[in-house]
């Protein structure tokens, strides 16, 4: 992707991919926040603003092995299992707090939708 001429569209773009980074951190503790998505709007906002900021993502020890393995096509399967079962674990834990059962019932349908996202993403061995 080439960098946008425009400098406020440059620092614009960059703003978004840092505050998309930070979200996705924040989601791998949080199961609600997705991750992978974040991380990939971030790497798509950095390689139309920056070329640094993008080889730091794509190079970063944890966060970068999820964009390439996406951008490549495929997602190894030890981090996809690894994924549906901390996807499963916080949501039933999560349930048992919450009162309000349509809040349940929304919470589970996140959890289906995801797993099935995972589960046709295509893989590779670990």
Do not use: K, N
């Not at 974040?38 to 920056?50: E, G, I, K, P, Q």
């Not at 070329?51 to 020890?61: D, V």
């Not at 490549?72 to 048992?96: N, Q």
């Amino acid at each position: 992707m080439a960098p946008a001429r425009d400098r406020a569209l440059r620092a614009a773009l960059a703003a978004v991919g840092a505050l998309s980074v930070a979200v996705a951190v924040v989601g791998v503790f949080v199961p609600v926040l997705p991750t992978v998505p974040l991380l990939l709007l971030a790497a798509a906002c950095f390689a139309r603003s920056s070329e640094r900021l993008h080889r730091w993502l794509l190079g970063h020890p944890r966060l970068g092995p999820v964009v390439r393995a996406y951008r490549d096509g495929a997602v190894p399967r030890r981090a996809r299992r690894a994924a549906i079962a901390v996807i499963w674990v916080s949501i039933g834990l999560s349930s048992l707090v919450v009162p309000l059962v349509w809040v349940r019932a929304l919470m589970f349908g996140i959890a289906v939708a995801v797993t099935v996202y995972l589960v046709r993403l295509p893989t590779r061995e670990d």
